[in-house]
């Protein structure tokens, strides 16, 4: 993921420490803090079922379990606005070539995705292992625009794909 072209002319990017048997993202994270990006973490905020966008400095320091045990930025991080993101990990538990993903169930990230600028891309890191036939996905879940495994890179935009249970007037989301 850090030799993608997109990545290395990011200036503000939206990462995600691992969780369960998701890929390992620290050394991303800590190649893009040496690079001097500005790296953002999410927190969730259960009492408006949103993210919060933390700036990281220290992830040895600033990162702790938060919500389900998932790793987040402490409270003294300061907040980053939607907008300011130019490039995004996107976390989930499986997904498909149509760019689909099944996350953990809450629908924080189909909240988020529509409220970053269009142009950063969305990227999923995950094990071949995730890539399944078809994801179930309604016109509401936020896609992403590419997959990179220990094997391959999916373009998703380019697959052509898409999935059943999708409607075809499914649009990217706009800002």
Known sequence: LAGRADFAAARTVL??????????????????LERGK?????????????LELCRLTEPGRDV?????GIP????????????????????GVAFDAAGCRL???GGYYDRLLPLLPVAAP??????????????????HDSRVDCIVTEQRTLDCRRSGE??????????????
Not at 15 to 27: A, I, K, N
Not at 162 to 175: K, L, N, S, T, Y
């Open 72 to 91: 987040e930025p402490l409270s003294h991080c300061a907040l980053i606005t939607a907008d300011a993101i130019d490039w995004v990990l996107v976390p």
């Open 162 to 175: 898409v999935h059943p249970r999708v409607r075809r007037w499914w649009r990217w989301p706009r800002r």
């Open 15 to 32: 990462l995600t420490l691992p969780f369960g048997s998701e890929w390992d993202s620290l050394p991303l994270l800590l190649m893009a």
């Open 38 to 50: 500005t790296v953002v973490m999410p927190r969730v905020d259960t009492a408006t079922r949103t």
């Open 103 to 105: 996350g953990y169930g």
């Open 64 to 68: 702790l379990p938060g919500y389900r």
């Open 122 to 139: 969305r990227i999923a890191g995950a094990f071949e292992v995730q890539l399944i036939g078809a994801v179930p996905a309604a016109t």
